[in-house]
């Protein structure tokens, strides 16, 4: 009997010890993780007033905000960083309750599991743990000026400021995982002989992917800081960093992800550095020397134009150094590796390019590029749609191997010699290019207190007649189509699919290797191996954009021809 209750009295002791331990680790944990927000004075005012005089269209002082005709939402702000953060808060506030849902909907739709979701989170808190201190004073007094119009609804993630500034860190993080397809974007400079004007130009497919609806309300931002110099961003609800942009003096920056090792913490965004690029940097070598001051996280190609130098570079920056990179041509080419010769002598660099899709989309590039003569703004948006492969091969619609793969963010082209931009309107680069001069704009548009369009309406770009087509419709198809057997394939409850229902989802996209997959794997689960093994050869016979899917084909090959050989 003593004997037992002192075996009982060690457990009670231990499950206590163990028990205080876990609390003290879940508080250092929450000390550790917690993020304040700057201090403001009591002094500075957030009560200013937003009217809403018609649809669409909201002012809040000097600053607006309002749909244009073409869909897109544009938005002037100016003032000291907070003064802006909580007035763009206020004007957008209904976007950034959308924004963020359509993030966290997205993140739910990549990683089902209600365990991994909430270990994600608590990852990503631990990661950014020390992020504030990589972001400046002025973009955190903006950031927690926004993030006092954010959603109650969304606590669950965390404080709103901690929310509004871990999403700077996605864009980086989403790179990162560069081979999970969520980015895989292109971008391209011409000037001098290959311009027909001789001025520089660029263009930029922005293919970072969460989904559709995260893309239905992007703004364009147009920025009057107090310090520096004004800009324009392409951006969404709550977001201050710059993925795509251009500055008054013509300086411009889109970036563009690199292979990259899993980072441990994170340091500077790189869209924050891109932004502090744009406010500050007049030329190159301003860019440069702003670039180099900044720790990050993630290796990135920035691509940056100036119009005072009336070229292009890229600075290839990684966590541990940075190369800028010059064309001995009157054109320069970024996709998703670097360039360097430094780069190309690493192993890790060439395997990378060997088997992802980034070195295949830059000599496409460069093909169409010989193709065109001279350019100009035409030429540059009929790159940016460019669905076809190497010499016109038949690629599939949505292959990430093609320029244009039918998920972008946005596409836009910088002519920076006139202050002139052209944004693409949905769906993705398919819908007309608008232009805007971003000059006449810091000018004569600040304080709108009515509903004006502000485009350069005689420069518009027309849309696609890829748009008008057939083949448009059946793209739209295979959309839902595909989300319909995946579905499928994950239910417990499967959704009826017919051998008719397979044969039709093949005929909307028939030279994409997935929909043969994605039948394989249908036929395969309902046990019909003779099936399943047909479709997944005929996968094999595509154009497939990365070694691992291809791997992924032939492990599901063999596995169907082990099994009928079981069965035999």
């Known amino acids: 009997m003593v004997k037992n209750t002192k075996k009982w009295q060690k457990r009670l002791i231990l499950a206590i010890v163990v028990l205080n331990l876990a609390v003290i680790l879940v508080v250092w944990y929450q000390v550790r993780t917690h993020v304040s927000p700057p201090e403001i004075s009591s002094a500075i005012q957030t009560n200013q007033k937003v009217t809403n005089p018609e649809k669409d269209f909201f002012y809040c002082e000097n600053s607006w905000f309002k749909k244009s005709n073409s869909g897109l939402w544009e938005l002037y702000i100016e003032g000291d960083p907070f003064k802006r953060g909580v007035i763009e808060g206020k004007l957008t506030k209904n976007l950034i309750e959308k924004q963020e849902k359509a993030f966290i909907d997205r993140l739910r739709e990549m990683i089902p599991s209600s365990f991994y979701q909430h270990f994600l989170k608590y990852f990503i808190y631990w990661f950014n743990r020390d992020l504030g201190k990589y972001i400046s004073d002025e973009n955190k007094l903006q950031i927690y000026g926004i993030s006092l119009s954010a959603s109650d609804k969304f606590s669950f993630m965390g404080s709103k400021y901690q929310r509004m500034l871990n999403y700077h860190s ?80 013509g ?57 005072e130098d009336n070229k292009a ?28 010769g430094n780069a190309q002598s690493d192993p890790a660099i060439v395997k990378d390019m060997n088997e992802n899709a980034s070195s295949y989309r830059y000599r496409k590039v460069l093909q169409d590029l010989i193709s065109e003569g001279p350019m100009d703004v035409n030429s540059v948006v009929r790159i940016l749609r460019d669905r076809s492969g190497l010499n016109c091969e038949k690629l599939g619609a949505g292959n990430e191997k093609a320029i244009n793969q039918l998920i972008a ?50 420069q518009s770009l027309a849309s696609d007649p890829f748009l008008f087509s057939t083949d448009f419709k059946r793209f739209l198809r295979f959309k839902q189509m595909r989300m319909k057997l995946i579905e499928s394939l994950k239910s417990v409850n499967k959704i009826s699919t017919t051998d008719s229902f397979i044969q039709e989802f093949i ?32 996968a094999l016979q595509k154009i497939i954009p990365r070694q691992k899917e291809k791997e992924r084909i032939i492990k599901k090959l063999a596995g169907c021809l082990v099994q009928m050989k079981n069965q035999d």
């Not at 790189?270 to 990050?296: F, K």
């Not at 944004?423 to 993705?428: A, C, E, G, K, V």
């Not at 249908?522 to 019909?528: C, G, I, S, V």
Request: proline share 4%.
């Open 313 to 340: 570079v890229i600075f290839e920056k990684s966590p541990h150094k940075m190369v800028k990179v010059e064309s001995p041509t009157d054109y320069i080419i970024c996709t998703n590796h670097f360039q360097s």
């Open 409 to 458: 963010h946005h596409a836009i082209i910088f002519e920076p010699s006139t202050c002139r931009v052209w944004i693409s309107t949905s769906p993705w680069q398919v819908g007309a290019f608008v232009c805007y001069d971003i000059c006449k704009i810091f000018h004569n548009f600040a304080g709108l207190q009515k509903k004006i369009e502000i485009q350069e309406m005689d």
């Open 170 to 249: 996605a864009h980086d993080i989403g790179h990162a995982l560069v081979n999970m397809g969520i980015v895989g974007c292109s971008s391209f400079g011409v000037w001098n002989g290959k311009s027909k004007t001789g001025g520089l130009l660029i263009g930029r497919n922005f293919d970072f992917y969460m989904g559709d609806e995260f893309a239905e309300n992007k703004i364009i931002c147009f920025e009057k800081p107090d310090k520096g110099i004004p800009f324009m961003i392409v951006t969404w609800g709550g977001m201050i960093g710059a993925v795509s942009g251009m500055n008054e003096k």
């Open 251 to 307: 300086l411009t920056v889109t970036i563009n992800a690199a292979k990259s090792d899993l980072p441990f913490s994170a340091r500077t965004p790189i869209s924050l550095l891109a932004r502090e690029i744009l406010q500050y940097a007049g030329n190159i070598r301003e860019a440069y020397t702003i670039a180099q001051s900044r720790e990050t996280f993630v290796s990135e190609s920035i691509l940056i134009g100036s119009a």
């Open 507 to 538: 005929e909307t996209n028939p030279d994409f290797f997935e929909v043969f997959e994605l039948a394989g794997d249908h036929y395969r689960q309902e046990n019909l191996l003779e099936k399943s093994s047909f479709f997944y050869r005929q």
